[in-house]
């Protein structure tokens, strides 16, 4: 059904090819495709991996050899102290890497490389050891006034500063052409580290001193006029203190009247309490008595007396005891009544006491609350004077330490190894320059093959020519390079058992199924010249021939006809003359020496092609050539720019477009198929020309590959490993 449809098509001018028929589904990534297109370029990729190892080798010959010396450092994170003194402010110790940074690049500052050029005296004796450094230098690219800017930028591009992986060791390396050079600079440039940081540690302490010395002297100068001022306003308010003693005159008597009202207060308490108990009648005699002081046991012993008479007379009734009984009680009331006197004189002295102590008191406070308006400002006077004072001493203390830490020349660089004179060169290496040449080659060819791989929008991929066109692809002919041009155009008949001659074979086949009925006019074109057109109809012709058919090979290129010298026919008359009217269409066709083709070549060039094939000549003529031959190939100009081709394929029946591999673009292929469209013309198919089946386009087709070969006598070493890949 497929190819009734395609045949329906081609009657009526179209070409209805269902691409999907043949296409295969695209993957996103096809690594076989990434190896064909490394096969493809792999002479790019080798001419440029070449060329890059050439420079390599050359570079390493003609560089001059460059020596490495280098000096080991230890760096501590903070030098042996002597005294107990940081005044140049260590920072973080936790943060190590910011600390060993800032040392490296102080080893690479500018100050040390300016420091070194002059000890060496390096004006002249400075070289570049880079190849751009020495052309710039032969050049004299650098101006005299950034001349010391350009020795320290050459000094510091040859030293280099590297840790040593868990230690606190730095290297470092300085490359010259020389190697006495190179260790005396790696030596200098340590050597003057090392020095300028005990510089830097002694500038540090001498400015730490100067600051110091300023403010011990201006500290001094506040605290003596602190001190002055707190003694003149204490003798304007005629405040006194005692030594040791903050507190005021006024304030100590206060203290001294409170305690002693305490006193006081205390004693009267006491002795109301014993006159009190002395004056209780009610109490027992002996309590009475145990309250006094002075006189005590002679009470006692008149109680005593008196409880003794009293039990007498209860004891013996009748016996007179009232009159000592009486007397007893009454020498003791005497007795009492005295020492309640006593003390009753005694309290009331204590009361006037307390009485005077608390007007002293209140006295004093009057006093106190009048001094403590004036001790405000005095106290505040007299703190200014100890801060001062503190701070005096602190800052003189400081600057003590500072004396002594000047004189200490403890360092946190160390030299470990001095640099020695180099013995073997550092640079250029000659297999590891070929190594990277080797690597940089091939990465560059690489990128160079994928580019042009990129850029080129040549017709390279048979399922890409298919999906482009819309058409089939009705064969692909081998690339001959060592065929000349006669050759080719006799291939299919002198060399049946070739892979071309069986490709035009194939090629007949399917175009017989294209078009099925009898004695048709096939037209072959191409989109530009040099697409192998000629060819491919001259090997067409023959195919037909070699089976038997009696073929009419046309040569219609009225502009730039070929024919006549491929088949080696006399051209004096031909297809143009006819036209023309000059001679009769008996006189055109020519035998040639292939059994069974016949040609009619173009002839003279004509003014104005397009018009004579457009003549009812023409017709004619096709219309006589049918009743005679078998078949009728017509060989016609390319398609683009040219009116000739589209009379021709509106007068075929079938029309084929020969595209050449690697060289028709796609663009213009493109254009040819949409003229030929316009026009109407019965599109057969596309025939692929010229394929290089060892550059990787001719994927699918081995066996092809190898005939082709023994063609041409290739197949060395190299081509058979390729075309066993290809295989593959």
Do not use: C
């Not at 490359?175 to 002694?202: C, G, H, W, Y």
């Not at 002198?494 to 175009?511: G, H, I, M, Q, V």
């Amino acid at each position: 059904m497929q190819q009734d449809k395609y045949n329906s098509g081609l009657a009526h001018g179209n070409t209805p090819y269902d691409a999907t028929l043949l296409m295969k589904p695209q993957e996103a990534l096809d690594l076989r495709e990434f190896g064909r297109t490394l096969i493809r370029r792999r002479r790019m990729i080798l001419l440029i991996t070449a060329i890059t190892i050439l420079l390599a080798l050359l570079v390493t010959l003609f560089s001059k050899p460059v020596y490495r010396a280098t000096a080991t450092l230890q760096i501590e994170r903070e030098s042996a102290k002597v005294v107990d003194i940081d005044f140049l402010g260590a920072g973080d110790i936790r943060d190590t890497r910011d600390f060993y940074q800032t040392q490296f690049e102080l080893i690479r500052s500018r100050a040390l490389a300016a420091e070194v050029i002059g000890k060496l005296k390096l004006e002249e004796k400075l070289f570049s050891t880079s190849i751009l450094g020495q052309i710039k230098e032969w050049l004299n690219l650098v101006s005299k006034e950034n001349k010391q800017t350009a020795l320290e930028d050459l000094l510091l591009d040859n030293l280099t500063v590297e840790p040593v992986k868990n230690s606190r060791l730095a290297a470092v390396s300085f490359t010259s052409s020389d190697p006495a050079q190179a260790a005396e600079i790696a030596n200098t440039v340590v050597r003057t580290f090392k020095d300028m940081n005990v510089d830097r540690r002694l500038s540090a302490t001498a400015d730490a001193k100067t600051y110091l010395d300023k403010s011990v002297q201006e500290t001094k100068a506040k605290l003596d006029e602190s001190e002055q001022r707190l003694n003149d306003y204490a003798r304007e308010h005629e405040i006194f203190q005692l030594e040791g003693q903050d507190a005021t005159t006024s304030a100590l008597a206060l203290k001294q009247l409170s305690e002693e009202l305490i006193k006081v207060q205390k004693q009267r308490i006491e002795q109301e309490s014993k006159y009190e108990i002395l004056a209780d009648a009610n109490r027992p005699l002996s309590d009475r008595a145990g309250v006094l002081e002075n006189g005590a046991a002679y009470l006692q012993a008149l109680g005593q007396r008196l409880d003794k008479l009293k039990a007498q007379q209860q004891e013996t009734p009748g016996k007179n005891t009232d009159a000592p009984i009486r007397k007893l009680e009454n020498d003791i009331e005497v007795e009492v009544n005295a020492k309640l006197d006593s003390m009753k004189t005694e309290l009331e002295a204590a009361k006037k006491k307390e009485a005077l102590i608390r007007e002293g008191i209140a006295k004093a406070k009057t006093e106190a609350m009048q001094e403590q308006d004036s001790s405000t400002a005095y106290n505040t006077l007299k703190r200014e004077v100890a801060t001062n004072q503190e701070l005096y001493q602190n800052l003189l203390q400081r600057l003590k330490e500072i004396n002594i830490a000047g004189g200490v020349n403890a360092n946190n660089i160390a030299i470990i190894d001095p640099a020695q004179t180099p013995l073997k060169k550092f640079k250029p290496n000659l297999l590891t320059n070929l190594l990277f040449g080797s690597l940089l080659g091939i990465f560059l060819g690489m990128a160079a093959a994928f580019m042009r791989e990129f850029l080129d929008d040549t017709v390279k991929d048979v399922n890409e020519l298919e999906r482009t066109t819309q058409l089939p692809v009705l064969g692909i002919m081998a690339d001959l390079p060592d065929a000349s041009s006669g050759q080719m155009a006799r291939m299919s008949v002198s060399k049946p058992r070739s892979a071309t001659a069986e490709a035009f074979r194939s090629l007949r086949t399917s175009l017989r199924f294209q078009h099925p009925e009898e004695r048709p006019v096939i037209f072959i074109t191409s989109a530009s010249a040099g697409e192998g057109k000629s060819t491919t109809a001259a090997n067409l012709a023959g195919s037909y021939a070699s089976a038997g058919n009696k073929v009419l090979l046309i040569d219609a290129d009225l502009r730039n006809p070929s024919l006549h010298k491929a088949l080696g026919v006399n051209a004096n008359m031909g297809l143009a003359n006819y036209l023309s009217g000059v001679t009769d269409n008996r006189a055109l066709v020519r035998e040639t020496d292939i059994s069974n083709l016949y040609l009619i070549p173009a002839g003279n060039p004509p003014d104005d092609p397009a018009e004579l094939l457009a003549s009812p000549h023409m017709q004619t003529l096709l219309a006589s050539a049918r009743k005679e031959f078998d078949q009728i190939i017509l060989d016609g100009p390319p398609v683009l720019g040219l009116a000739d081709t589209l009379v021709l394929a509106s007068l075929s029946s079938l029309t084929l477009l020969t595209v050449r591999a690697e060289h028709t673009r796609l663009g213009m292929v493109e254009n040819a198929i949409t003229r030929l469209r316009r026009a109407q013309a019965p599109l057969a198919g596309v025939l692929l020309n010229r394929v290089d089946f060892n550059s990787g386009y001719g994927h699918g087709y081995g066996s092809y590959v190898y005939q082709a070969e023994a063609e041409t006598g290739k197949g060395g070493l190299i081509d058979k490993w390729m075309a066993t890949l290809k295989k593959l």
